[in-house]
C-alpha cells in the first residue's frame, strides 16, 4: 500500500477509537444509581441541597449529582419535570399559587394536602414530608426605618406609599403570590415605580438605602445580618409556604429508599434553626456544605 | 517688496535645506525659484508665509520683519496655490473661494460680489459654478479656482508651488498663457517655484537657479541664457537650445535618433 | 406565534414604556460617550504618542464581558440607572474614540496645509476642514456604538435600570419563551432600525465629500 493510504487508514483508525472511547464514556454515564438534586438560586436552597445531599450520600449508595444554584422557580421546576434534575427543595405556597395557578389558602395542611395530590396526579412528582419551617414571601424593610415610621404591618405601609421605593426580583413581579395581586388585595400600591432586579442585588440595594422595601423570605439570614424587620402579612395575603422536597415519581420508584432516608428530615428544621443556618453562610461567610453538615451532626442524622 | 536676507534653515537631523540665501523680489513682478528636486526652493516659499520658520537671517515684507507680523494674518494676506490644488471637497466653489474673505469677516454681500468677479475673471460663468462641488470639476477647473481662492482677499503677494505641476500639457499650457494674462491686469508680486525650465522661462520675469540650497545664479531668463553663471546652470537649460533675438527667445529642439 | 401575538397585545403598554425606557439608557450612555469621546479623539490626533495607550485602554474595556463591567458597577454606583449609564457608556466609547481618531487623521494633509496656509487658526482648521472631513467616519462609530449599546443594554435590567432587558429576565426566571421574546424582539427592532437610521445619515454625511 502506498504510504499516504496507509497514513490516512491510520488517522481514521485513531479517530474511531476516540469516539468510541468517548461514547462508551457517555453511556457509562447514564449511571443506573446516579440522582440530580437541584436547587433554587438563594442561599437557603443551597444549604437544603447540600443537606439532602449529603444525607443520600451517608445513607443510601446512591452516586448524587449535584445542580444547586440552578434559577428560579419556574428554571427547577421545568428541569425537575424534563428530568434533568430528580430533586429539589420547593415551598407549599409557591407550588399551590405559581405553578398550580390556584387561589391562596391559608391553612397550611390543607395547602400541603392539595399540592401533594394535584403535583402527583398532573405530573408525577412527589411531595415528602416538610423539613419544618414556613419560608414565607415577606415585605422586609430596614429596622431603624420601620420603627421610625412606625410600621409593623404591609397595611401600615399604606400611609407611606408616595414616599417609599420597593425592589423586587423578577418573579416577585409575575407570581400569582407576587406584587400585582399583593396590591389588589391591600388595595394600594407605590407611587413611585418598584425597582427590578437580581434576587442577590435586592439585599445590597435595601443596605445601601436605594431601596425600602424589598420582597424578603421570612427565613432570610440576611434579615438579621442587616438588620431589616419583615412586616406582618395582616390581611393574610401570602399563603403557607412549607419547605418540603419533591422528587419525580419514577425515580422515587426505582429508589424507594430516598422518601426512607430524607423523611428523617421531616419537622427537624424549625424557623429559627434556618435563619440561623442562614446567616451562617450570609453574614458570617461559612461555606454552605459545612454548615449543612454541622446541622446533620447536631441532630444525629450522621 | 520681500527681501530675503542671509537666510538658513537646518533641520534637527542635520538636514540643511537653505543655505544662507539672500535676494529680493520686486513689487509687481513673477520671481520664479527654480532647480532639481531637493535644491531648497520648496522650502524658500513656505518660508514667506511662515510654514517653515528659518534656523538663521532675515526676511522682510515692504520693510517689516515677518516676525513682526501674526503669522495668521500674515497668512491671509498672502495668496498661497498648492500643485494638488487643495479645494476643501465639502465646499461649493463658491464656499472655497470666498474662504478668506470669510476668515477676514467680509460682509456676505462684499463676498458674493467678489466671487462672481472672480470667476468670470477666470473665464467660468458664475451662475453655473459658484455651487458646484470640486468633485464635479476638471483638473484644469479646480487649478483656476484654486488660482482664485489665493487672490479672492486681493493680496499683495501670491505664492506658487508648482500649481500646474499635476496638469496635463494642453492645460497647462492653457492655464500658463491665462495666468499671464490676467497677471499683466493684477500686477501681483508672485514668488513661483517650478522644476520645469520652459515654464520658468515663459512666466518668469527673472528667474532664481537654485541647487543644494543655494542660489546660482538670479537674473532675467534672456541674461540667464545669455550669460550662464556656470556649467551647472548650462546643463539645467537643457538639451533645449533658445535663442535670444532681443528680448523675445526661441527655442530650438534637438533630438537624437 | 399566535401566542406571541396575543402575549404581545396584551402586554403592549408596558412593553412600549419599557421600549422607551431602553431607548433613554442608550442614548443617555451613547449621547455621554459622543460628548466625551469626539473630542478625546481629537485630542489624541493632538498628542499622537497619547495615542496608542488611550486606545488600548479603551480596547480593554471593551472586552470586558459586559455582565462583568455591570457587576463591578454596582459596588461602585449602587443598583439602577446610574451604574447601567456608566457601564454602557464605557462600552460606547471605543468605537467613537477611534473613529474620530482615525477620521480626523485621515483628512489629506494637503488640505490641511491648503488651510494654513490660507490663514486658518487651529480652531478653525479644526471645525471648517477637519471635523466636516471626517464626520462620515466619526458617524459610522457612532452607529457602531448605538447598535452594540442596544444589545448591551438588555442586560442592565439585571441591575435594577428596567428596560426591554427587563422582560427578557422575568421571561427566563418565568420559564416564558413569549415573554422573553416580548423584550427581545422588540430590542431586535430597536437596534435594526438605529442602525438603518444612523446608516443613512452616514451616507448623506459621505455624499458631500
Known amino acids: 500500500m502506498e504510504l499516504e493510504t496507509k497514513m490516512f487508514i491510520k488517522k481514521v483508525c485513531v479517530l474511531l477509537v476516540i469516539t468510541l472511547v468517548f461514547a462508551y464514556a457517555g453511556c457509562t454515564k447514564k449511571n443506573e444509581k446516579k440522582i440530580v438534586i437541584g436547587s433554587k438560586n438563594f442561599t437557603e436552597q443551597v444549604i437544603l441541597g447540600e443537606m439532602v445531599s449529603i444525607l443520600l450520600e451517608k445513607k443510601t449508595d446512591l452516586n448524587v449529582e449535584r445542580k444547586l444554584n440552578l434559577g428560579g422557580t419556574f428554571i427547577c421546576f421545568e428541569a425537575l419535570k424534563q428530568g434533568d434534575i430528580d430533586l429539589y427543595l420547593e415551598y407549599t405556597g409557591t407550588g399551590l399559587t405559581a405553578i398550580l395557578k390556584m387561589p391562596v389558602i391559608s391553612d397550611p395542611q390543607k395547602v400541603y394536602n392539595l399540592v401533594k395530590e394535584a403535583y402527583k396526579k398532573r405530573f408525577n412528582l412527589v411531595w415528602l414530608k416538610p423539613l419544618g419551617f414556613n419560608n414565607t414571601y415577606t415585605l422586609t424593610m430596614r429596622g431603624k426605618q420601620a420603627e421610625e415610621h412606625n410600621t409593623k404591618t404591609i397595611s401600615d405601609l399604606a400611609a407611606w406609599k408616595d414616599k417609599f421605593i420597593a425592589g423586587f426580583t423578577h418573579e416577585f413581579f409575575e407570581r400569582p403570590d407576587g406584587y400585582p395581586n399583593l396590591i389588589k388585595h391591600y388595595g394600594f400600591e407605590f407611587t413611585k415605580k418598584p425597582r427590578e432586579m437580581d434576587p442577590g442585588l435586592m439585599y445590597i440595594a435595601i443596605a445601601n438605602e436605594e431601596v425600602d422595601i424589598i420582597c424578603g423570605f421570612a427565613t432570610d439570614g440576611r434579615i438579621l445580618a442587616f438588620n431589616l424587620v419583615t412586616l406582618k402579612d395582616d390581611k393574610d395575603f401570602f399563603p403557607p409556604y412549607w419547605a418540603v422536597p419533591v422528587v419525580r415519581g419514577e425515580t422515587l420508584n426505582k429508589h424507594p429508599e430516598i422518601a426512607k432516608v430524607l423523611n428523617q428530615l421531616a419537622g427537624k428544621i424549625n424557623n429559627a434553626a434556618m435563619i440561623e443556618m442562614n446567616y451562617k453562610v450570609d453574614k458570617k461567610g461559612e461555606d454552605s456544605k459545612k454548615v449543612a453538615t454541622e446541622f446533620l451532626h447536631n441532630i444525629g442524622l450522621i | 517688496m520681500i527681501e530675503f536676507i542671509n537666510v538658513s534653515k537646518i533641520y534637527p537631523d542635520g538636514h540643511q535645506a537653505v543655505k544662507d540665501i539672500s535676494f529680493t523680489v520686486k513689487e509687481g513682478e513673477i520671481f520664479v525659484l527654480i532647480g532639481p528636486s531637493g535644491c531648497g526652493k520648496t522650502t524658500t516659499l513656505k518660508i514667506i508665509n511662515r510654514l517653515i520658520e528659518p534656523t538663521s537671517g532675515r526676511i522682510l515684507i515692504q520693510e517689516m520683519d515677518i516676525n513682526n507680523y501674526n503669522p495668521i494674518v500674515l497668512r491671509r494676506n498672502i495668496g498661497y496655490v498648492i500643485q494638488e490644488i487643495g479645494l476643501f471637497p465639502h465646499l461649493t466653489v463658491g464656499e472655497n473661494i470666498g474662504l478668506v474673505p470669510h476668515l477676514k469677516k467680509w460682509t456676505k454681500t462684499d463676498k458674493k460680489k467678489r466671487i462672481s468677479d472672480l470667476l468670470k475673471m477666470i473665464g467660468l460663468e458664475p451662475d453655473i459654478f459658484i455651487n458646484k462641488y470640486p468633485m464635479q470639476l476638471s483638473g484644469g477647473q479646480k487649478q483656476r479656482i484654486g488660482v482664485a481662492r489665493a487672490l479672492a482677499a486681493d493680496p499683495q503677494i501670491v505664492l506658487m508651488d508648482e500649481p500646474f505641476g499635476a496638469l496635463d500639457p494642453i492645460t497647462k499650457e492653457q492655464l500658463q498663457d491665462e495666468f499671464l494674462k490676467l497677471q499683466r491686469k493684477l500686477q501681483k508680486t508672485v514668488v513661483f517655484v517650478t522644476h520645469d525650465i520652459m515654464e520658468a522661462i515663459k512666466l518668469g520675469d527673472r528667474l532664481a537657479i537654485m541647487r543644494n540650497g543655494t542660489t546660482v545664479q538670479i537674473d532675467s531668463p534672456v541674461n540667464i541664457i545669455n550669460n550662464s553663471a556656470d556649467d551647472f546652470v548650462r546643463r539645467f537649460l537643457g538639451e533645449h537650445r533658445f535663442q535670444t533675438d532681443g528680448n523675445t527667445i526661441r527655442m530650438e529642439k534637438t533630438i537624437t535618433k | ?209
Open chain 3, 1 to 209: 406565534m399566535i401566542n406571541f401575538f396575543n402575549f404581545f397585545k396584551d402586554r403592549l403598554s408596558e412593553i412600549a414604556l419599557l421600549t422607551l425606557e431602553h431607548i433613554e439608557l442608550t442614548a443617555m450612555a451613547v449621547g455621554l460617550a459622543i460628548i466625551i469621546g469626539v473630542p478625546l479623539g481629537i485630542l489624541l490626533t493632538r498628542y499622537k504618542k497619547l495615542s496608542a495607550m488611550v486606545l488600548g485602554i479603551a480596547s480593554i474595556i471593551q472586552t470586558i464581558p459586559s455582565l462583568a463591567l455591570l457587576g463591578f458597577m454596582v459596588p461602585l454606583f449602587g443598583i439602577g440607572t446610574k451604574p447601567a449609564i456608566v457601564a454602557l457608556f464605557l462600552y460606547a466609547l471605543l468605537p467613537i474614540v477611534r473613529n474620530t481618531f482615525t477620521g480626523v487623521e485621515g483628512v489629506e494633509p494637503t488640505l490641511i496645509e491648503a488651510g494654513i496656509g490660507m490663514g486658518m487658526t487651529n480652531f478653525q482648521l479644526l471645525y471648517m476642514v477637519e471635523l466636516p472631513l471626517a464626520l462620515p467616519v466619526i458617524m459610522a462609530g457612532i452607529r457602531t456604538s448605538t447598535v452594540i449599546n442596544v444589545g448591551i443594554t438588555t442586560l442592565c435590567a439585571l441591575i435594577g435600570a428596567g428596560g426591554l432587558g427587563q422582560l427578557i429576565f422575568r421571561g427566563i426566571s418565568m420559564v416564558n419563551a413569549n415573554m422573553i421574546l416580548a423584550g427581545a424582539v422588540p430590542a431586535a427592532l430597536l437596534a435594526l432600525f438605529l442602525d438603518f437610521l444612523l446608516g443613512q445619515m452616514e451616507k448623506l454625511l459621505s455624499q458631500k465629500n
